[in-house]
């Protein structure tokens, strides 16, 4: 080997040894905004954001820092490889605002970069049965355990009060311990009916979570939908 290719390997050596050297973990979002719409007073909602590990160096979440009125769902675990993704769930206990709203948890890693933030935002509606172009009734729906009475699927009524027929879509869907059955359409002043039931894996547990939906009106209406299962 003469003097020149030597020359080359080493540098080749110690820029990859300065490369892993160097090696640092990143915090990327698919999406850390989410408009839930329009939400029920005193209620709970909830929305996952999916964080993915950018960088070469593993990424360890150390803190969430959700603040007054939300709360985590336990993690699977503090830590993403590099080019994972991991789901983290956030509930949001909007109490007794009224109006435009929102709450900002904080994410702190080691990435070098500082504290990331996701951000929850909706306007809770004072008369829920006033919303348009669609109202729900029941607007919270509440699965719960009363001593030998247990309340384990209900319907729930999507009225339309507009001249147009309405198409639901679900856009976001947090609520893992209940399958729920929404009509694809609702027709020009008329109502449709959905329906949930808890999984038999939950009939034992207790949860607060929602559902948003997104209407095909001229504004893209959201509205969220808490579920509750309490067991008294």
Excluded at 117 to 124: A, D, E, N, S
Excluded at 138 to 155: A, G, H, K, Q, W
Excluded at 194 to 216: C, Q, W, Y
Aim: aromatic residues 10%; contains cysteine; positive net charge.
């Amino acid at each position: 080997m003469n003097m020149a290719t030597r020359i080359t390997a080493t540098l080749f050596i110690c820029l990859l040894l300065a490369g892993g050297a160097h090696a640092e973990a990143s915090l990327r979002f698919s999406m850390n905004r989410f408009d839930l719409g329009s939400i029920p007073p005193n209620s709970v909602v909830s929305h996952y954001f999916w964080l993915r590990s950018a960088g070469t160096d593993t990424l360890v979440i150390e803190e969430i820092k959700t603040g007054c009125g939300c709360t985590l769902m336990p993690l699977d675990k503090n830590w993403i490889a590099p080019g994972d993704s991991m789901k983290v769930d956030i509930c949001w206990d909007v109490k007794g605002k009224i109006g435009a709203s929102g709450s900002y948890p904080y994410i702190f890693t080691n990435a070098p970069d500082g504290p990331s933030r996701v951000y929850l935002t909706g306007t809770i509606v004072k008369s829920p049965d006033s919303l348009r172009p669609v109202s729900l009734k029941p607007y919270i729906l509440d699965l719960s355990r009363f001593r030998e009475t247990s309340i384990d699927s209900i319907s729930f009524a999507i009225r339309n009060h507009s001249e147009q027929d309405i198409t639901l879509s679900r856009l976001s869907f947090d609520v893992v311990e209940c399958e729920v059955i929404l009509p694809e359409m609702v027709a020009a002043g008329s109502v449709a009916y959905g329906r949930i039931k808890v999984k038999e894996e939950f009939l034992d547990k207790e949860f607060k979570r929602s559902f948003t939906l997104k209407l095909n009106d001229q504004k893209n209406s959201r509205i969220t939908v808490p579920v509750r299962r309490k067991i008294y």
